[in-house]
Nanobody, 126 residues
Framework: DVQLQASGGGLVQAGGSLRLSCVAS????????IGWFRQAPGKEREGVST????????YYLDSVKGRFTISSDNAKNTVYLQMNNLKPEDTAVYYC???????????????????WGQGTQVTVSS
């Protein structure tokens, strides 16, 4: 069975940094898309960033470009999201999700991902 475990969230002040990790099991990284999504209370879930594990192709939500970096360690079946210069509007539960790489390349649409993990809370204070 596919399992995705997200971790690394916490409480930080604006301008601070966090590194999120997503560890996958039952899910090879040969040619997969792994995405990070977030959802704040009362708001729709939105795609933050995605990576295609076969070639490292990455995509970002415009509001996080230059601040967030997604990367993968395929040998460890792990994807990271380094978040720098965090802002209060980044506060949300962050989820990682996965799917087959080719059809999901560049996709930040939550409904297009097949497997989801439990989220990790990120809170940024002003």
């Amino acid at each position: 069975d596919v399992q995705l475990q997200a971790s690394g969230g916490g409480l930080v002040q604006a301008g601070g940094s966090l590194r999120l990790s997503c560890v996958a099991s039952g899910f090879t990284f040969d040619d997969r898309a792994i995405g990070w999504f977030r959802q704040a209370p009362g708001k729709e879930r939105e795609g933050v960033s995605t990576i295609v594990t076969s070639d490292g192709d990455t995509y970002y939500l415009d509001s996080v470009k230059g601040r967030f970096t997604i990367s993968s360690d395929n040998a460890k079946n792990t994807v990271y999201l380094q978040m720098n210069n965090l802002k209060p509007e980044d506060t949300a539960v962050y989820y990682c999700a996965g799917g087959f790489g080719p059809p999901l390349r560049g996709s930040l649409i939550p409904g297009q991902y097949y497997w989801w993990g439990q989220g990790t809370q990120v809170t940024v204070s002003s």
